[in-house]
Each structure stands twice: as structure tokens, then as C-alpha cells.
């Protein structure tokens, strides 16, 4: 037997598996988005992070960001999410599945009447701070500032996309909103 195969083996100070019931999971409350903490990272050596997000209609999404280190999936179980990245936009609705490679420039947001539901994943999962960072903030009384939520991000490898930066479909720089 192998050191890599040893170390897959269930270790006897801990489950093998992780059960999270409708319910359970930590919550994290931002404004009109409900964020509820499936998997932390704790359960998979910090591999893997995962939580469901509801999407109040008409909720804005953070400002258009990129991660450094880690990779971030959407998949959404109901209403219609608006993607945008770089300068397109697309409307996902249920059974869509997004992700979002290290490096590229992007957002979301709920622009209809109805909420959207959302599964996350987070490789590796760094990025679940962040979220506990900002309901700190907003639980110490502080507002959530651009330059507050851009000092949270650069803890977790993240930061916001300047305006233009981005290619636009054509390949060319695109204009800033």
C-alpha cells in the first residue's frame, strides 16, 4: 500500500462521510442573500467548499472580481441568475451549470421578480471566509463598503476587475459600464 493510497483511508478520529440535512449548515446572512454553508472545506482537507445561495429578485451581485487561486461553480437549481464576464452576459436559468476559472473577471446577479436559487463550489475552499468576513462586518455595525469588500477579497487571493479591462467578444479591450 501506497502513502497516497494510505492517507485516503477513512482516519479513525473522524467520519468518513459528511451528511448535511435540510436545515442544517451554517448561515450566512448579506443583505438580501442567504448563503447557507453546506461543506466548509473541513470535511475535505480544504479541497472543496460548497453552499446554497438564495437570491432575493432584484438582487445585485458583488462587483465584477477575479480569483487568483481557486476555482468557482454555479449551478442553478431554480429562477434565472444574469452572469456577467468581462463584458458579456448570460441569463442562466435551472439546470445551468457555470464555472469560473482562476483569473477571469466575473459576477452575478438577479435582475427578475422571482428568487434564484444557486449551488456553489468553491476548489479549494478559501473563498468561504470571505463570506463569514462580511457578515462580521455587517454584525460589527459597519457598512459594506467597495473598499471593505476589496480589502476582504485580497485575503482570499481575490480582487476586484478594474472597469475596461476585460476582452470584449470581438477580442477587443471593452468599455467599462
Known amino acids: 500500500m501506497t502513502d497516497e493510497t494510505k492517507n485516503r483511508e ?8 459528511s451528511v448535511v440535512r435540510p436545515g442544517d449548515g451554517e448561515t450566512i446572512a448579506l443583505g438580501t ?16 467548499a460548497v453552499a446554497e445561495s438564495v437570491l432575493a429578485p432584484h438582487t445585485q451581485g458583488p462587483p465584477q ?7 468557482e461553480g454555479f449551478y442553478v437549481l431554480s429562477g434565472t441568475v444574469r452572469f456577467t464576464v468581462g463584458a458579456e452576459s448570460h441569463d ?6 457555470v464555472m469560473v476559472p482562476p483569473g477571469t473577471p466575473h459576477t ?3 435582475t427578475t421578480d422571482q428568487p434564484a436559487v444557486l449551488l456553489s ?4 475552499d478559501l473563498y468561504v ?6 457578515q462580521q462586518t455587517l454584525a460589527d455595525g459597519r457598512p459594506l463598503t467597495p473598499q471593505v469588500n476589496a480589502d476582504a477579497m485580497s ?6 476587475a478594474a472597469e475596461g479591462e476585460w476582452p470584449a467578444a470581438n477580442g477587443s479591450r471593452a468599455e467599462g459600464p
Open 108 to 110: 452575478f446577479a438577479n
Open 155 to 160: 485575503r482570499y487571493a481575490t480582487e476586484p
Open 65 to 71: 472580481h477575479r480569483h487568483a487561486r481557486h476555482d
Open 121 to 124: 463550489t468553491f476548489t479549494p
Open 10 to 17: 477513512p482516519q479513525p478520529d473522524r467520519p468518513a462521510v
Open 33 to 48: 442573500t442567504r448563503m447557507r454553508i453546506l461543506e466548509d472545506g473541513s470535511h475535505t482537507e480544504h479541497r472543496l
Open 92 to 97: 442562466a436559468t435551472a439546470g445551468t451549470l
Open 129 to 134: 471566509q470571505y463570506f463569514r468576513d462580511l
